[in-house]
Nanobody
Framework: QVQLVESGGGLVQPGGFLRLSCKAS????????MGWYRQAPGKVRELIAT???????TYQDSVRGRFTIVRDNARNTVALEMRSLKPEDSGVYFC???????????????WGQGTQVTVSS
């Protein structure tokens, strides 16, 4: 099994900065794609940013240029640096990882518990 634990959410004013962190742990053999998703109230969960094992990132159009996804393969961590935050960036942010563990016969998708980000004055 693989566990993902997020940290770093909170309340920030528009134009502010937040850094979310996520660490994968457990009986990990390898971690492939990692990323962040967001779910706002009444909306479906949407992809914000992903990064491959060789740190090739992709971003949702609305965050490109403001958010940066950072990965550390040695520590199995992924962070999301969010700048120039807007109220519409608010929501619960979920860490995601596609990983192979010693307890599973195939690659599985794993999710963190989510961390709340609120952008408001």
């Amino acid at each position: 099994q693989v566990q993902l634990v997020e940290s770093g959410g909170g309340l920030v004013q528009p134009g502010g900065f937040l850094r979310l962190s996520c660490k994968a742990s457990g009986s990990i053999i390898s971690v492939g794609l990692m990323g962040w998703y967001r779910q706002a109230p009444g909306k479906v969960r949407e992809l914000i940013a992903t990064t491959t094992a060789n740190s090739s990132p992709t971003y949702q159009d609305s965050v490109r240029g403001r958010f940066t996804i950072v990965r550390d393969n040695a520590r199995n961590t992924v962070a999301l640096e969010m700048r120039s935050l807007k109220p519409e960036d608010s929501g619960v942010y979920f860490c995601y990882a596609r990983a192979l563990s010693t307890t599973e016969a195939r690659v599985n998708d794993y999710w963190g518990q989510g961390t709340q980000v609120t952008v408001s004055s």
